[in-house]
């Protein structure tokens, strides 16, 4: 990799100020590439489904039917072969944002986010029911981090800088600043301070800039809501946040499902995008604002009168095709999708408060902004994202507050009958504990053979009771382990047990503890603790492995507890800029 000049390194390191010029190139570089990606994904549409550059796909009245399940029928196909040739060329798993910051320290591979962008531009393009968020942010992150090893910056200040990215990409990609910046803030570096404000801000404002002066306008929403929003207006905007949680759970599930059939059926995963994309084209011929993410048909639907059969059918169809998109293969993300299933959900809400006569009818145009913010922090999370997004988009303080309750319902709810977002649980789904974007990688670099002692007193297990209190008088040590005639762990002596037992025809091993309880040295310190807790002990042995057991080291659990201290202190003081 190459290196930036050593003196534009230091300068980098030694102020902040720095580092804010540099996040204002890396939004300049990813506002440009916001707009390529844009653009490239329109111009599959336009020679693929037949369009002209001014329209937008899912907002078309018709489509042609043969393009319209031909395209992402065969271009699933095309997906899974491309898709199965660069995984050989590049077999290595690829990162995005949240596991890169919360795992390797904002580390990530710039081959494998552009081949992530490749796959993105290609699902969308071919029609999958996915947004471009995805890629957007992934190559964001991608540049900012490469940028950032290039400057070899502070880890603190690696994250920081991947935030940066996503937080430019977030912004170009909707027109709103503020929404990027705290996106970058709640899901990829995972905590707010006064000193990551400045950077991230910059490059979300730059990146925005940039696309408009580029002639890019992605997210085109003009939302036109009351001034005013009643009290009671709010039993129906809590009750929605709760059916919005609830539509975000069965999607994320949904997701889940789908990849299990397509396990269980033995189809081999490079020709699951086509059937994937079968199911998503033949949805579309109802309509075609069930391909792509929704861009276009999102206004389309928030600004004029659908009928609500209408309307609850494309909620279902919208789901189906999302989460059948993402489970077949389909490269992309949900952000987009959300924000048109929400408006969606939030139209056929208000129309069925109005088909059951209540005295009070709350605007079709309240309801479609809390579905579309409500069912985003489900699926993506972030509730103060989505309130700056309605903020940015609507103009209306008092319908930033109603959506900001909302969210919160809305998240609650998710939390308390799932624990997921739509990011995490996937991560879940590996195996990862991942829960935020919160930096929790030193802790899997600080293992049990990193902590343990080596310097141990140890004991054959047949060594009788009388023979032990001569060589291991009290005040000697605390505990002595016990091994067995093939030099193999058998337990812990307690040194004041042995010299309380007053029974001189006991040997070591009837007096031992903790015998079948063992650390590792791969073992993390959070897995250590656990054993300590478990165990109910303040130490245990650490051997080479569960099958020859031969003890290498100790470990106490102050010390464990201690070192656990003392580096998250110094994880927090990086963070706070201290």
Request: charged share 15%; glycine share 10%; aromatic share 8%.
């Amino acid at each position: 990799m190459l290196h930036a000049p050593q003196v534009l390194r230091a300068m980098v390191r030694a102020d902040e100020i720095w580092l804010v010029v540099l996040a204002a190139f890396l939004g300049c570089g990813t506002g440009v590439a916001v707009y390529l990606m844009t653009n490239a994904a329109q111009l599959f549409h336009q020679t693929l489904f037949g369009i002209s550059p001014e329209q937008r796909l899912s907002a078309m009245d018709y489509v042609e039917p043969l393009r319209t399940v031909l395209v992402p029928t065969l271009g699933g196909l095309l997906l899974g072969v491309v898709s199965l040739g660069l995984a050989r060329l590049h077999p290595r798993r690829s990162v995005d944002p949240i596991e890169a910051n919360a795992l390797f320290g904002g580390r990530m591979s710039m081959n494998g986010s552009l081949i992530v962008v490749l796959q993105t531009i290609m699902s969308n393009g071919f029609g999958a029911s996915i947004g471009l968020e995805a890629g957007y942010t992934q190559i964001g992150s991608a540049i900012a981090s490469r940028v950032g090893q290039a400057f070899r910056v502070r880890r603190s200040d690696l994250r920081l800088l991947v935030g940066c990215g996503a937080a430019a990409a977030i912004s170009g990609a909707f027109n709103a600043p503020l929404t990027g910046a705290f996106y970058a803030f709640e899901l990829v570096i995972g905590t707010y301070t006064l000193g990551t404000f400045a950077p991230v801000a910059v490059a979300a404002l730059v990146s925005q800039a940039v696309v408009r002066a580029l002639g890019g306008n992605i997210f085109d929403l003009v939302a036109y809501v009351p001034n005013s929003i009643e009290p009671i207006d709010y039993i129906p905007i809590l009750a929605l946040g709760m059916l919005c949680a609830l539509l975000g759970v069965s999607i994320m599930r949904g997701v889940t499902i789908t990849e299990d059939l397509f396990r269980r059926s033995k189809v081999p995963g490079w020709l699951r995008p086509m059937i994937g994309g079968a199911a998503v084209g033949c949805m579309a011929l109802l309509t075609p604002a069930v391909l792509s993410s929704g861009h276009g048909a999102l206004s389309l639907y928030f600004s004029n009168f659908m009928p609500l059969r209408w309307l609850a059918l494309l909620v279902v169809l919208k789901a189906l095709g999302s989460a059948i998109s993402i489970g077949s293969g389909f490269r992309g993300g949900l952000f987009f999708a959300s924000l048109f299933l929400g408006v969606l959900l939030g139209k056929t809400f208000a129309g069925a408060l109005a088909l059951l006569g209540t005295s009070h009818v709350i605007s079709p145009a309240v309801c479609a902004m809390v579905g579309m913010s409500g069912l985003a922090v489900a699926i993506i999370g972030g509730p103060l994202t989505m309130g700056f997004l309605a903020l940015e988009a609507t103009g209306s303080l008092p319908m930033t507050v109603a959506v900001l309750a909302a969210c919160v319902v809305s998240s609650v709810t998710v939390r308390r009958t799932f624990g997921y977002s739509f990011a995490t649980w996937r991560f879940h789904l590996r195996g990862e504990a991942i829960r935020s974007a919160v930096d929790i990688g030193w802790m899997r670099t600080l293992t049990v053979g990193r902590m343990m002692r080596r310097d141990m007193r140890t004991v054959r297990a047949d060594t009788p009771l009388p023979a032990f209190r001569r060589d291991f008088p009290l005040g000697a040590t605390q505990r002595v382990i016990a091994l067995d005639e093939d030099d193999r762990y058998a337990g812990i002596v307690l040194l004041a047990e042995a010299h309380a037992d007053g029974d001189d025809g006991h040997r070591a091993r009837d007096i031992v503890h903790y015998a079948d309880t063992v650390l590792l040295p791969q073992m993390t310190i959070k897995e250590a603790v656990a054993m300590f807790e478990n165990a109910e002990s303040d130490a245990l042995v650490v051997v080479d492995n569960a099958k020859d057991r031969h003890v290498i080291g100790l470990l106490t659990e102050q010390y464990a507890l201690r070192r656990y201290s003392e580096e998250l202190d110094r994880r927090r003081r990086e963070l706070s800029g201290e």
